[in-house]
């Protein structure tokens, strides 16, 4: 089983609608997430961290957590074309001792139709 | 401006050479890391350092090295044992508190020919 893993896509939306892209983890002890934003053929750039049960909103971005079922997830309202991007989910996971470790999804790529 | 600096942007290997990969960061953060990136895949952790002086093999160290001289730079050399280093290399780095972001540099594209 993969320690952070995520649909691959395409998640195709019209523009306007709602982005929906989900994230599960293996560590019960993980404490905290964050979703990155990649552009093809640029680095990462964080969009949301969460940390506790709930719902965080920015913006137009939601981050939703549920630790007993050790799932994340991010929404995006309105989406527009210029959020087309690979989302990645990183999970900060115990790495024995009092050290972490931070492991990312593969990925999901979203396509936003205008 | 505060950032991480990853230097060249671009570049080209031959077979049998090593290369470095330079990375400086303004941000007083104590921890840094390298990562590399496939077409299509994830993030893969090379290595990665929380202070001076001292460093730890992540998931994918081999044919790889690193120092941490300084607090600000923490270079990847590529070395020949590395047999497919044609990758996206992304440098990172983040504070010393548990849980906190990590920053990503612009990143690098190490191409073998």
């Known amino acids: 089983q993969k320690e952070v893993e995520q649909n691959s896509g395409p998640l195709s939306v019209p523009e306007g609608a709602i982005a929906s892209l989900n994230c599960t983890y293996s560590?019960?002890?993980?404490?905290?997430f964050f979703w990155y934003r990649q552009y093809s053929g640029k680095s990462p750039e964080l969009i949301m961290s969460?940390?506790?049960?709930g719902d965080k909103e920015d913006g137009r971005f939601t981050a939703q957590l549920n630790k007993a079922s050790q799932y994340v997830s991010l929404l995006i309202r309105d989406s527009q074309p210029s959020d087309s991007a690979t989302y990645l989910c990183?999970?900060?996971?115990?790495?024995?001792?009092?050290?972490?470790?931070?492991?990312f999804g593969t990925g999901t790529l979203l396509a936003v139709q205008p | 401006d505060g950032g991480i600096t990853q230097s060249p942007k671009y570049l080209f290997r031959k077979e049998g050479q090593n290369v470095t990969l330079s990375c400086e960061q303004n941000?007083?953060?104590?921890?840094m890391y390298w990562y590399r990136q496939d077409p299509g895949q994830g993030l893969r952790l090379i290595y990665y350092?929380?202070?001076?002086?001292?460093?730890q093999k992540g998931d994918i160290a081999e044919g790889y090295s690193v120092s941490r001289e300084k607090k600000e730079s923490f270079p990847l050399t590529v070395t020949s044992a590395q047999k497919n280093p044609t990758a996206f290399y992304l440098c990172?780095?983040?504070?010393?508190?548990?849980?906190?972001?990590?920053?990503f540099g612009e990143g690098s594209w190490l191409t073998v020919v």
């Open positions: 990172a780095s983040r504070t010393g508190a548990l849980g906190n972001t990590i920053y």
């Open positions: 560590d019960r002890g993980s404490q905290s």
């Open positions: 969460i940390y506790s049960n």
């Open positions: 990183a999970v900060n996971m115990p790495y024995g001792g009092a050290t972490n470790k931070l492991i």
């Open positions: 941000l007083n953060h104590d921890a």
């Open positions: 350092s929380q202070i001076v002086n001292d460093f």
